[in-house]
């Protein structure tokens, strides 16, 4: 893995170039914007578990380019080729386990490989563009619904982690809409949720929003419900990495208490997601793998220890949110609103109720 200037022709935070992956690295944002140029799938499934690349459609991406790095590699091995491409595509697939783009994005670019490496590579980058067109689709769609639910004034509006064109090709997913809407001068701020363990929303989101001009501030996530219960949230929006068939929604750790406490404040929550992050295989969230990470994410903050030596951690990636707390899940294709799901009249969003 070599940290080179080389970044995408196509400003895409994932990329292909000259026989290697490219990708932003988001470990050292904001204080630096750098590039990886990985050469083999063992340096691929390395940046998606430090999450050098991360966000449910960047690390698809970045499955179904490593199996096409994968294809590449193995090009001259005759016979045993295609058994170590697999291989690889299932050690990509085990390297997270909690977005289902990741899968959905090997298991894509592997139809292929009968077709030989170039077909392979084709399909990821052809994988590369679509998704800047259906995160355009899905970002315009939510964006509309948002201004269906909230009152009309510039809005205060609310994010967990990092959604934006980092965390997918490009564009975005829920931060995309965001920044949709304060293109349309129809946002006051943006309250970022810092996102402990690892810092998304404060590291990440606050850099895309600067970078875009967008007001906002970054609020400890414990100060969330406390934001809305004084009124300062119009709507939440967030991603996900995995949705069952019922709406059920696993997304970044504390987007469940973020749903709870929009619940008990008339608050509207939308989730906006790519068609790939949905599981139709799974009836509901019960069946949804949380990643659980290392103690060490919890127990030091910026390389220094916080805890007593020995102290264990907690530290579950993702939670469930149960559908009947999501207003909706916006995707390029449908505006979906769960079975018992919230409804929130446009009269009361926004509004403290205590
Ligand atoms: O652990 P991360 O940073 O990969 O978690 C990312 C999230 O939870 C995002 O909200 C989700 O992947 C959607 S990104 C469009």
């Known amino acids: 893995m070599t940290s080179q200037p080389?970044?995408?022709a196509r400003e895409f935070s994932v990329d292909w170039a000259d026989g290697a992956v490219l990708a932003i690295d988001q470990r050292r944002l904001p204080a630096e914007t750098s590039w990886l140029r990985l050469t083999d799938v063992d340096q691929v499934i390395e940046a998606i578990q430090t999450l050098a690349v991360r966000g449910a459609p960047a690390i698809g991406l970045a499955g179904a380019l490593g199996v096409a790095?994968?294809?590449?590699?193995?090009?001259g091995a005759g016979p045993a080729a295609d058994a170590r491409v697999r291989a690889d595509a299932e050690r990509l697939i085990a390297s997270r386990p909690t977005a289902v783009n990741l899968e959905w994005g090997v298991r894509r670019v592997l139809t292929r490989l009968p077709d030989g490496p170039a077909a392979v590579l084709a399909e990821a980058v052809a994988m590369l563009d679509e998704d800047a067109a259906l995160n355009t689709r899905a970002v315009a769609r939510a964006a509309e619904?948002?201004?269906?639910?909230?009152?009309d004034r510039p809005l205060r509006l609310l994010t967990h982690c990092n959604t934006g064109r980092l965390a997918t090709g490009s564009v975005?997913?829920?931060?995309?809409?965001?920044?949709?809407?304060?293109?349309a001068g129809r946002v006051a701020e943006v309250l970022v949720d810092e996102t402990r363990p690892l810092l998304q929303g404060a590291r990440l989101t606050a850099w895309e929003l600067a970078e875009a001009g967008v007001p906002y501030r970054v609020l400890a996530d414990s100060a969330a419900a406390a934001a809305m219960a004084q009124g300062l949230v119009d709507c939440v929006l967030v991603g996900a990495d995995r949705i069952a068939a019922n709406g059920d929604t696993?997304?970044?750790i504390g987007t469940y208490g973020l749903a709870v406490a929009a619940a008990r404040h008339g608050i509207p929550f939308v989730v906006v997601a790519p068609e790939s992050t949905w599981d139709r295989q799974l009836p509901d969230g019960s069946g949804i793998v949380v990643e659980e990470r290392a103690s060490e994410e919890v127990t030091t903050f910026a390389g220094a220890r916080t805890t007593p030596e020995g102290a264990g951690a907690y530290n579950p990636a993702f939670d469930v949110t149960p559908a009947e707390l999501i207003t909706a899940v916006v995707t390029e294709r449908q505006v979906f609103r769960p079975a018992g799901g919230r409804t929130t009249p446009a009269a009361t969003a926004g509004q403290a109720t205590t």
């Open 172 to 183: 975005g997913t829920a931060l995309g809409a965001v920044r949709r809407l304060a293109d």
């Open 69 to 75: 790095l994968s294809a590449h590699l193995h090009a």
């Open 250 to 252: 696993a997304n970044k």
């Open 145 to 151: 619904l948002v201004l269906s639910l909230t009152p």
């Open 6 to 8: 080389a970044t995408s």
